[in-house]
């Protein structure tokens, strides 16, 4: 079975510095997806970035980066320039592709303040 | 822009009590989940629909959680006999297997269940 996982609860930054979240795996799959979720206080998680297994190319999505490293089975996301509003819960979750099943298996979570 | 919508959001019942937690997907989506998120703990999969069949669920599904979603549209998920175990965020989440980028899901804002 799939696991996930976040080994810092919590991580505190400051604004317009750079921060990484750290997030580790496990799996006999070759092939699979995985994405970074935030969930902001008392809101809907919204996707920040996804990353397919298949693609060496690490995935950007503005502020947003990931290190994607599949031998190590290690998944972590950097957030660059940070700023108050990316206070949150931030989970990462995998998504296998040959199983068949197209549910998502989540870490624990790291909690990010942010300080102005 | 409608995204994914639940009902009721806080719900306080007393054990022994049975619930009803609803949900309401992006309009075009035939994949509907479920979650359940404990205090400190990531989403866990409970159970998932296409269209209106249940085609995978969670061994945390015990014989007192039933879920329908009958003209896969809207879906229902009803705790029986409530247990102050069952305190937690049930989170619903929708996407399609059209399209590309992993099949992204989108999640709803959760129902509070307290259990007293």
């Known amino acids: 079975a799939q696991t996930v996982t976040q080994s810092q609860p919590e991580m505190s930054v400051q604004e317009a510095e750079t921060v990484t979240l750290s997030c580790t795996y496990d799996?006999?799959?070759?092939?699979?997806?995985l994405f970074w979720y935030k969930q902001p206080p008392s809101r809907q998680m919204i996707l920040v970035i996804r990353?397919?297994?298949?693609?060496?190319q690490n995935a950007t999505e503005n502020r947003f980066s990931v290190n994607f490293q599949k031998a190590a089975k290690s998944f972590s996301l950097k957030i660059s320039d940070s700023q108050l509003g990316d206070a949150a819960m931030y989970f990462c979750?995998?998504?296998?592709?040959?199983?068949?099943?197209?549910?998502?298996?989540f870490g624990t979570g790291t909690r990010l303040k942010v300080l102005a | 822009d409608t995204g994914v919508s639940q009902n009721p959001r806080h719900k306080i019942t007393k054990r022994g009590q049975n619930v009803t937690f609803r949900c309401d997907p992006i309009?075009?989506?035939?994949?509907l989940y479920w979650y359940r998120q404990t205090l400190g703990q990531g989403p866990e999969f409970l159970t998932y629909?296409?269209?209106?069949?249940?085609?995978?669920k969670s061994r945390l599904l015990s014989d007192r959680f039933s879920a329908e979603r009958p003209k896969g549209s809207f879906s229902t998920l009803e705790i029986q006999r409530t247990e102050q175990g069952d305190s937690a965020m049930y989170l619903c989440?929708?996407?399609?297997?059209?399209?590309?980028?992993?099949?992204?899901?989108?999640f709803g804002p959760g129902t509070r269940l307290t259990v007293l």
């Open positions: 979750a995998y998504r296998s592709v040959l199983s068949g099943t197209y549910k998502y298996i």
């Open positions: 799996t006999s799959e070759s092939d699979y997806y």
């Open positions: 990353q397919e297994a298949y693609k060496q």
């Open positions: 309009s075009e989506h035939n994949r």
């Open positions: 629909f296409q269209n209106e069949a249940q085609l995978e």
């Open positions: 989440a929708s996407n399609s297997l059209k399209g590309t980028g992993g099949n992204e899901q989108f």
